[in-house]
């Protein structure tokens, strides 16, 4: 079997900006992670095994000079003692437990020090993905040049109609050769002529470097999940917000913030944060309801809500980012980013629904014990977490679901 990840950067920009942050803010928490697979998916015979041995040849994927010097002039705002980090930095196998129960059905934890395990999520998606791919034979059928020119027809649509977008496709794309496939066509359709729209780059740090893009991203839920599990949920959201600001100083300013509801972290949305953030991620829930709340609060500070962006991620494809744009315009500076519409999009190929999320979290190696954690997500059903933690979680941020 082929290694699938080669690149120490092919991986999502929030992955290392969280981990600068942790190692700044929680240098010795220590977390657990794990999979679920939404479709309840029975793996080939042997998957586990094969997953395994990509794990273990990660241990050979270190950061080359190339991309710390593309990341040092692309991502002016990580400070230059992380990239000392990152140069001493080894994937250990011990950090991973992966196993297949009699049905077939995958299972996999980590666990570790925050700032070492908060590499592998997107790297261990991506394999599992494309491993499935491969062990089930479907990628046979994967017809790149059509791919590239769907990617282009694509992209055409999104810059013609005035949208602002992104790739953030890399956890659950088909294979490493589709995500490149898609970011070349993007790039290449947005410097064919001028557009109203803009192409503002890929959330994958290789692939921004192979075609001298911007690497975009700032935070995922993990985040603000860990610090709920370390300090408690109603506060969380201060808590990372003021983590943020410490590491970046304003920069990165586009905040992720639905770990646990709309609800707690408007309570925790005070002027000063909102405006030292230059706007907010809406990641779940009804797209035109999130958005008038976001403008709502704005204007409860007497900030302009045009004058903050305001990024949509949640399972968007071509279609919905338009119509979103059409109505969004009138209320603020829409953006996009679209994830597995643009990378694991081939006909007759269903792409996988598969998550790894922070399960629980402790400040310092010396506790005896974790403090467990979920995401209550603005989309009723899709919480992540053990039912008995969600349950604790929506009572103490007094959550109701009808």
């Not at 991309?67 to 980090?85: A, G, L, N, S, T």
């Not at 980590?110 to 261990?124: C, M, P, Q, R, Y």
């Not at 949208?163 to 953030?168: M, Q």
Request: glycine residues 6%; proline residues 2%; aromatic residues 16%.
């Amino acid at each position: 079997m082929r290694q699938i990840i080669n690149h120490f950067t092919d991986d999502d920009l929030y992955k290392f900006t969280m981990c600068c942050a942790v190692i700044d803010n929680f240098p010795r928490a220590q977390v657990k992670y794990s999979f679920t697979d939404r479709d309840n998916t029975v793996y080939p015979v042997g998957f586990a095994d094969e997953l395994m041995k990509q794990i273990v040849l990660l241990e050979g994927v270190v950061i080359t000079d190339e991309e710390i010097d593309f990341m040092i002039r692309k991502c002016y705002y990580i400070p230059h003692w992380f990239y000392k980090y990152l140069k001493g930095y080894r994937f250990n196998r011990k950090w991973v437990n992966v196993s297949q129960d009699e049905e077939g059905h995958l299972h996999v934890e980590f666990e570790g020090s925050w700032a070492d395990t908060i590499l592998l999520e997107v790297k261990v998606l991506a394999i599992i993905s494309e491993l499935y791919y491969i062990m089930t034979g479907e990628c046979s059928g994967f017809d790149y040049d059509d791919y590239y020119h769907r990617s282009y027809t694509k992209a055409q649509r999104l810059l013609e109609t005035g949208c602002i977008y992104s790739d953030f496709g890399t956890r659950r794309r088909a294979s490493f050769e589709a995500e490149d496939t898609v970011v070349r066509a993007m790039r290449d359709c947005y410097d064919s002529r001028q557009w109203e729209g803009k192409f503002v780059g890929t959330s994958n740090v290789y692939f921004a470097m192979k075609y001298d893009l911007l690497p975009v991203g700032t935070m995922a839920h993990e985040f603000v999940c860990a610090i709920g599990g370390m300090y408690g949920a109603p506060m969380a959201n201060h808590i990372a917000m003021n983590s943020w600001r410490n590491t970046f100083r304003g920069a990165l300013g586009t905040y992720l913030y639905d770990s646990f509801g709309w609800d707690i972290f408007s309570l925790n949305f005070s002027e000063d944060f909102a405006n030292l953030f230059k706007g907010l991620r809406i990641d779940s829930g009804d797209n035109y309801e999130q958005l008038q709340k976001i403008v709502a609060k704005y204007k409860s500070f007497g900030i302009d809500p045009k004058s903050k962006q305001v990024t949509f991620s949640n399972a968007l494809n071509t279609e919905t980012a338009i119509e979103i744009q059409q109505y969004a315009k009138d209320y603020c500076q829409p953006s996009f980013g679209i994830g597995t519409h643009f990378t694991n999009d081939f006909e007759g190929v269903k792409p996988m629904n598969i998550v790894i999320k922070l399960v629980a979290a402790k400040i310092t190696e010396l506790w005896t014990f974790y403090n467990d954690t979920c995401k209550i997500s603005e989309d009723k059903g899709k919480h992540t977490g053990k039912p008995e933690v969600i349950k604790r979680f929506m009572e103490t941020l007094n959550i109701k679901e009808s």
